[in-house]
């Protein structure tokens, strides 16, 4: 079965600098990465999610790069705010469940 | 506006017992789930299912069941609660089209003790 390693597990930032998580998956037959934010106390959100056929999208500070030769794919945060901190978790989707990496922890201190 | 919701949030019981965790949703999607969360494992998956009358093993079902009686509600069930079964555990949906994105609950925190 499809197997996510995500890293790192923490990351910490100082305020408007970037933040990349970075994640590699094993089942060359996935097709779906989503990117998801989980606040404390709550489930977590999609943020940004990228098909296989595309190489990288973007949405304002987020974006997200793929790269399936590789089998792997990252998550980058510009200009971070406080209000970026969080887990972030990325999940690739094999068959119909997502399986997702382990999370990371993000803090933005400003 | 369609949501999904998970009772209760909090639940204490003792190890033996039998627990149930619900979930509802209302988006009218056909897929829903079960993962359960832990320190340094990440959300990982115990059933699913892709509509009424269907249930899917995930990578930690032992010990869990699912049943799937109509389109809103996916319970979980512990049979015999286990000690290790203390988790947070999340409910999500989504409609099955293609690559739908995951709509979460906002989970229910279970202790075994």
């Known amino acids: 079965g499809e197997n996510v390693e995500q890293h790192p597990s923490t990351l910490s930032v100082q305020e408007g600098d970037s933040a990349v998580i970075k994640c590699t998956y094993s089942d060359s037959a996935s097709n779906y990465f989503p990117w998801y934010k989980q606040e404390l106390g709550k489930g977590p959100q999609l943020i940004i999610d990228?098909?296989?056929?595309?190489g990288e999208k973007k949405d304002q500070r987020i974006a997200v790069t793929l790269n399936k030769t590789a089998k792997h794919f990252s998550l980058h945060i510009t200009e971070t705010q406080p209000e970026d901190s969080a887990v972030y978790f990325c999940?690739?989707?094999?068959?119909?469940?997502?399986?997702f990496g382990k999370g990371t922890t993000l803090s933005v201190s400003s | 506006d369609a949501e999904i919701t998970q009772s209760p949030r909090h639940k204490i019981t003792e190890t033996g017992r039998q627990v149930t965790l619900a979930c509802h949703q209302t988006?009218?999607?056909?897929?829903m789930f079960w993962y359960r969360q832990d320190l340094g494992h990440g959300l990982r998956l115990i059933h699913y299912?892709?509509?009424?009358?269907?249930?899917n093993k995930g990578e930690v079902s032992d010990g869990y069941s699912v049943s799937r009686s109509n389109t809103e509600d996916l319970p979980l069930t512990l049979e015999s609660a286990a000690s290790s079964q203390t988790s947070v555990y999340f409910c999500a949906s989504s409609d099955g089209s293609g690559n739908s994105p995951l709509h979460f609950g906002n989970g229910t925190r279970l202790t075994v003790t």
């Open positions: 299912s892709y509509g009424v009358q269907d249930t």
């Open positions: 999940a690739a989707r094999s068959g119909t469940a997502l399986i």
């Open positions: 990228i098909r296989s056929n595309v």
């Open positions: 988006w009218n999607h056909n897929n």
